[in-house]
């Protein structure tokens, strides 16, 4: 298969797009994971829309707009996760919810024609413009700026809270500078494979690093060049059978994702076997 397809400016920019959200995934998906933030990432991703139908009903900038509304949800989640743990779920869930309906609202009460849903339901990968990879390129390099400097912090936080007091992490701070990071990602995220499947990109790559590596740092890399080859194979997709794009991308990660549970369960299934037999005669 001959890959001209990336002669055309509009698929150039939909691939670099995504590479750069699946390193940007790669790390804070894998951190997400490591620290249990997947539900709260969701509820990010949800609330989010508010901040879309903000941003067309006052006719500002998508990354703007957008931006500011998720990390109000996010800081907001994140207050509530910090100090009353017992409620976080509901209270997630809440803000969740509120942030879809007043995107909603926004946009009903926007003048003119309605915004196209779909591309912010599914993404717009082939629209992105180069401003928004500029941003992208900046987000990336401030996130592999941050996720170096606090990567022992990271480490001890992903493996226990109270081990990474004792340690002298500053808990409460971290928390709440990977929460703004996840914001950020998740805002990128919808740019590319849209709102309802933003998780997807963030937790499948990850999900399938944790199994065949032991690290943190190895699982970041591994869930970047994952989220490359699921972008990329993505695309092409999409390109060939004229399908939505993001669809695309979380499919062949979908893809991929069983294809690791079937691997997992063919290299475990020998072990298992020896454990088995070996068990009578230890006996």
């Given at each position: 298969m001959e890959f001209t397809i990336f002669e055309f400016d509009f698929m150039r920019n939909a691939l670099l797009a995504g590479l750069m959200v699946s390193f940007i995934c790669g790390v804070m998906g894998t951190l997400a994971v490591a620290n249990r933030l997947v539900?709260?990432?969701?509820?990010?991703?949800?609330a989010a829309y508010g901040g879309i139908g903000l941003a067309y009903l006052l006719r500002v900038p998508y990354l703007l707009g957008t931006l500011s509304f998720s990390l109000l949800a996010a800081l907001t989640m994140a207050v509530v996760s910090m100090n009353a743990k017992h409620r976080a779920d509901a209270v997630i869930g809440a803000i969740w919810a509120v942030g879809m309906?007043?995107?909603?609202?926004?946009?009903?009460?926007?003048?003119?024609?309605?915004?196209?849903?779909?591309?912010y339901l599914f993404g717009s990968i082939l629209a992105v413009p180069v401003s928004?990879?500029?941003?992208?390129?900046?987000?990336?390099?401030a996130i592999a700026a941050v996720?170096?400097?606090?990567?022992?912090?990271?480490?001890?936080?992903?493996?226990?809270e109270e081990f990474a007091r004792l340690r002298g992490v500053p808990v409460r701070k971290l928390y709440f500078l990977l929460v703004i990071l996840l914001s950020v990602a998740v805002v990128l995220t919808i740019r590319v494979v849209g709102l309802i499947l933003v998780i997807a990109l963030l937790t499948i790559p990850p999900f399938i690093a944790e199994k065949f590596t032991r690290s943190l740092l190895g699982m970041?890399?591994?869930s970047c060049v994952l989220g490359a080859v699921f972008t990329t194979a993505g695309l092409v997709l999409s390109y060939y059978f004229n399908l939505t794009a993001g669809a695309c991308i979380i499919l062949a990660a979908g893809s991929g994702f069983f294809v690791a549970l079937a691997l997992e369960r063919i290299l475990h299934?020998?072990?298992?076997?020896?454990?088995?037999?070996?068990?009578?005669?230890?006996?």
């Open positions: 539900f709260l990432s969701g509820g990010i991703a949800h309906a007043l995107g909603i609202i926004f946009i009903d009460l926007a003048p003119g024609y309605p915004a196209d849903l779909m591309s928004d990879l500029w941003v992208m390129l900046g987000a990336a390099i996720a170096w400097f606090y990567y022992a912090d990271f480490l001890a936080l992903s493996y226990d970041m890399a591994w299934c020998p072990r298992a076997a020896h454990a088995h037999a070996a068990a009578p005669q230890q006996r």
